[in-house]
Every structure is written in C-alpha cells, then in structure tokens.
C-alpha cells in the first residue's frame, strides 16, 4: 500500500525513474480498487440509476498511472514517448509489458540516479 500512496503522492511527476516494486504494487491495488468499484457500480448502485465511483476513481488516478508509466520507462532508459506504442494493437501491449518487467538500468542514466540505490 506504501507504494500505492507513494505514486499518488507524486501526481504528475513525470522526471525521475519508478522502481518495478513502485510500478507493480500501484499496477496491482489500482486493478483490485477498480474492480471493487465497478462491482460495486454494478451491484449497488446500478438499481437506483446511479453508477460514477469507478468513473471518478479512474479519472481521479489517470494522471498518476500515465506518470508511474512514464517513469518506469525512464528507468530502463527509453522516452516515456514509448508509451505511444500501445496504439498498436496487441503487440504495443507486448512490447509495454516486456519494457515494465525489464530490470532498470543500473546506475545513473539521463533520467536520474538508480532508484534503488536511493530506497537502500
């Protein structure tokens, strides 16, 4: 949860590089919350005409989650531009999946020091 709150916290930072931890524990809690919440749209709240707490949740997270994207392609040394791969179906999928579950670069690179030299 540390590293959820910790993303949030840093909104729209989109310099510096993001950790595969920090990528993946944001990745994994945002999916569990947005099930509970389009569950509980669709259970709940659909019987009284009523359904936006995923759609408030979703808007409320988009800047970070592009953010934490952005930095964890910075982390193993490409542009957050790449992110724009995903416009290709399925294999720019791929590919973004294969680039956040590559290890970072080790050490300094021109997007900042080593994440995990500076958590240790």
């Given amino acids: ?7 949030l916290k840093h909104y729209a930072q989109f310099n510096g590089r993001a950790r595969r931890k920090e ?3 944001f990745t994994a809690i945002d999916l569990l919350l947005s ?6 749209d669709f259970v709940l709240l659909s019987s ?8 408030v949740y979703w808007i409320a997270t988009l800047l970070p989650s592009f953010a934490v994207r952005v930095r964890r392609l910075h ?6 531009w790449w992110l724009l791969i995903a ?3 399925f294999i720019g999928a791929i590919v973004l999946l294969v680039f ?21």
């Fill in 1 to 7: 949860m540390d590293w959820y709150l910790y993303v």
């Fill in 23 to 25: 990528f993946w524990w």
């Fill in 35 to 40: 099930a509970i919440l389009m569950l509980f």
């Fill in 48 to 55: 009284f005409g009523f359904s936006g707490l995923y759609g």
């Fill in 75 to 80: 982390d193993t040394n490409r542009s957050g």
């Fill in 87 to 89: 416009i290709i179906p």
């Fill in 100 to 120: 956040a579950c590559s290890d970072g670069t080790y050490g300094k690179n021109r997007f900042g020091e080593d994440p995990k030299k500076l958590v240790s």
